[in-house]
């Protein structure tokens, strides 16, 4: 079955640097969640995107940004990056219906030095 | 807001154990709630999905129970085994809008099974 890809897997930028990181959904999963997961830490939600247009906004810094697009996947813009910047990002994926049940992807590890 | 507590933090039994994983949450006025497991650096997998109108859910070795008025769910494994080893996360849902329906988690607790 397919699962959710993000791209890349790991990246390696420095202070002040911008970052790009990729999503793809599952096919027909309307709705993609970003959470971010810091050393030793639980993951904590970004923001949420369904069909296209943002629907919820959690801890995300001013410096980020984010959108989906007209297939469904979505980016996240990492802007003046910093070290605390440094951890797990994961996307989720899920479908309109009974279970609302979300779907990660294997993350993209970003570290800034 | 809501909050979710997952005790104990660690846990190291020997294969074989049955053990249970507590997950409580401070808003009763949840729509689900994932179990997850981690390993180390990697990413989550869900492990059972209970919905708040559910009172359990079963996969293998594993059993989920919720109770939402009391604001408690517990994972259930049985005849644990080495592999099991790693962190589980519990995580709520709120809503089950097209807002609304992040997932809180919990601080997860770290297995170890020994062989």
């Known amino acids: 079955a397919a699962g959710v890809i993000q791209s890349p897997r790991h990246l390696i930028k420095e202070k002040r640097e911008t970052a790009t990181l990729k999503c793809y959904p599952i096919?027909?999963?309307?709705?993609v969640y970003w959470y971010q997961q810091g050393p030793g830490q639980d993951p904590q939600f970004l923001i949420s995107?369904?069909?296209?247009?943002?629907?919820d906004k959690g801890s995300i810094p001013d410096r980020f940004s984010a959108q989906q697009f007209s297939d469904y996947h979505s980016e996240l813009n990492m802007s003046s990056l910093e070290l605390g910047d440094s951890a797990l990002y994961f996307c989720?994926?899920?479908?309109?219906?009974?279970?609302?049940?979300?779907?990660f992807g294997p993350g993209t590890r970003l570290t800034v030095t | 807001k809501q909050e979710v507590t997952q005790i104990p933090a660690a846990l190291s039994v020997p294969e074989g154990e049955n053990l249970v994983l507590n997950c409580s949450f401070t808003?009763?006025?949840?729509?689900?709630l994932q179990w997850f497991r981690q390993d180390p650096g990697k990413g989550l997998t869900s492990l059972l999905l209970?919905?708040?109108?559910?009172r359990e859910q079963t996969s293998g070795r594993l059993n989920a129970s919720l109770d939402k008025s009391s604001g408690r769910s517990t994972l259930y494994i049985a005849a644990s085994q080495p592999g099991d080893s790693a962190t589980y996360l519990c995580?709520?849902?709120?809503?089950?809008?097209?807002?609304?329906?992040?997932?809180?988690f919990g601080g997860g607790t770290r297995l170890m099974v020994k062989p």
């Open positions: 989720a994926s899920s479908p309109r219906g009974f279970s609302y049940e979300q779907y």
């Open positions: 096919p027909r999963h309307d709705t």
């Open positions: 995107f369904y069909e296209k247009m943002q629907s």
């Open positions: 808003d009763s006025a949840i729509y689900n």
């Open positions: 209970i919905q708040s109108s559910q």
């Open positions: 995580a709520v849902q709120k809503s089950s809008g097209n807002a609304g329906n992040m997932l809180t």
